[in-house]
């Protein structure tokens, strides 16, 4: 079985969020956080110019609502006051018997536009071509960042957490502005996401508030302020991650030691080498990574095939290219056993850290012992039990190892049979007489809380079999005897 392991969550540049997060619990400010995900970056202030986010590329039809009435204007300069509801705007533009022409901005003094249910700040700008329209959102930098926090952090979070957060998504979306186009941002993480007002609480406002303005700056121009959810430990420098940026020496891969509490600081799963093969698209064969200076996976070889690292993370589905294969495998000398006697485990773990063999237990999985290359295991099994060997979260091969109770019997006197289940079952006991070339039940032994059985049955020459039907922690067992004419005769005696 192959297993996947890696660290982190994104691409690793600039700031990592948990990151930052672990910074604040332990009293960093944000002036402090962002000095250490963007070193040799200068706070700067800047004014309150607008943005453009694209909400929407191609929809049929783009609603449009404002409590209060809206104005819209059109290409043409004219300009018509609407009602106050609802109005769907579709590709042929017409609204509230007003024909448009493309691009129509609608504007709301008293309150908030609403597109499709959400309300947004600004003016929203409504384009068609293609059959379909596109909906931009118009708003001053100061909103946009206000509807950014709360949808890329979660607003419980510290205050010096969400205001570096302010201040890497305001110096991030004045770093990418795109005056020649019809938009600047996307409202997703092509960009930074962005929920208009429906983001906003009263944490992630007052985060805003505190740092209205302020913004990252090197050598005089804005930075370029990337950021993802979690590093792993260390982020990333720009020139593994993006070549064709070049060196940004305020993007350079530096330690990152308190963004363990993320649930994706380590991940990882288990599959066939079949199934990563197929994944893959290229025979499985031998496996060698090539690590960047970040420590992600610059490339992959399997067999004789290279693939990039991005490429291995998007055919995976991978958090990240900060990823490792390995081997695990795990088999046993047989697959039932009586009980008392012992199974061999053979453990085996290659390219991970050291696996845990663990077992099944009634209260949950125990550790035996921890695995670093290969081990050979004997245990005694008590009942049905599972093996299995893990990698921190990583669930890896397991077996199943089945326990029959030991059946001992013994002829007390030639009308009584006296015998002994261990462990006790709760399975049924039968007595069954070989006659007439096959086996008849002649008997239904009752097994007191010791497991022991006394059953009264005329015994005559020939095979007798008791069988012990399995439970849920017992296996079925059968155990024969044979009586002769001669031991019969001693009984009577």
Not at 174 to 183: C, N, Q, S
Not at 286 to 300: F, K, M, T, W, Y
Request: include cysteine.
């Amino acid at each position: 079985m192959v297993v996947v392991t890696g660290r982190g969550w994104g691409h690793g540049v600039g700031m990592s969020q948990w990151g930052a997060r672990g910074y604040a619990l332990h009293h960093w400010t944000w002036e402090r956080i962002l000095a250490h995900y963007y070193p040799g970056t200068q706070v700067s202030d800047t004014p309150n110019l607008t943005v453009r986010v694209l909400l929407a590329a191609s929809q049929p039809v783009a609603e449009i609502a404002c409590a209060a009435g809206m104005r819209v204007g059109d290409a043409s300069g004219r300009t018509w006051k609407l009602p106050a509801r609802a109005y769907g705007v579709g590709p042929g533009m017409v609204v509230h018997a007003h024909r448009l022409r493309s691009p129509a901005a609608f504007y709301c003094d008293g309150g908030p536009l609403l597109w499709d249910g959400r309300a947004y700040h600004g003016v929203l700008v409504v384009s068609s071509g293609g059959g379909k329209v596109a909906v931009v959102d118009a708003v001053d930098l100061e909103d946009y960042v206000r509807g950014v926090i709360g949808d890329e952090m979660p607003h419980r979070w510290p205050l010096a957490a969400l205001e570096a957060q302010a201040v890497a998504a305001r110096s991030y979306a004045l770093a990418t502005l795109h005056p020649e186009k019809r938009f600047d941002l996307y409202a997703d993480d092509r960009s930074q996401m962005y929920g208009g007002i429906g983001a906003e609480t009263p944490a992630t406002l007052y985060a805003a508030t505190q740092t209205e303005g302020k913004i990252l700056t090197y050598d005089g121009r804005v930075a370029t302020t990337y950021f993802f959810s979690t590093s792993g430990g260390r982020t990333a420098d720009v020139r593994d991650v993006w070549p064709r940026l070049g060196a940004v020496p305020y993007l350079r891969s530096v330690p990152d030691p308190y963004d363990s509490d993320s649930p994706v600081h380590m991940w990882g799963f288990a599959l066939s080498a079949q199934l990563l093969s197929a994944r893959l698209g290229v025979p499985f064969g031998e496996l060698r990574i090539v690590r960047n200076g970040s420590g992600r996976v610059d490339a992959l070889e399997l067999g004789r095939a290279w693939l990039s690292g991005v490429q291995v993370m998007r055919l995976l589905h991978l958090r990240s290219t900060w990823f490792s294969f390995g081997e695990l495998s795990l088999t046993g000398s047989r697959a039932a056993v009586t009980y008392g006697k012992r199974v061999a485990l053979v453990a085996s773990a290659r390219g991970v850290e050291p696996a845990a063999l663990q077992e099944l237990t009634a209260t949950g999985w125990a550790t035996l012992r921890h695995v670093r290359s290969r081990a050979r295991v004997l245990v005694a099994p008590r009942a049905y039990t599972v093996y299995r060997l893990t990698v921190g979260r990583v669930r890896g091969p397991e077996v199943g190892v089945a326990v029959a109770p030991v059946v001992s019997v013994r002829l007390a006197s030639s009308t009584r049979l006296v015998g002994h289940v261990l462990p006790r079952t709760t399975g049924a006991v039968t007595v069954s007489r070989y006659l007439a070339g096959g086996w008849r039940v002649v008997a239904h032994p009752e097994l007191d809380a010791r497991g022991v059985f006394d059953t009264p049955l005329r015994l005559r020459a020939g095979g007798y079999r008791i069988d012990v039907a399995g439970d849920a922690r017992l296996a079925p067992a059968s155990r024969t005897m044979h009586v002769t004419p001669r031991l019969l005769a001693s009984l009577h005696k």
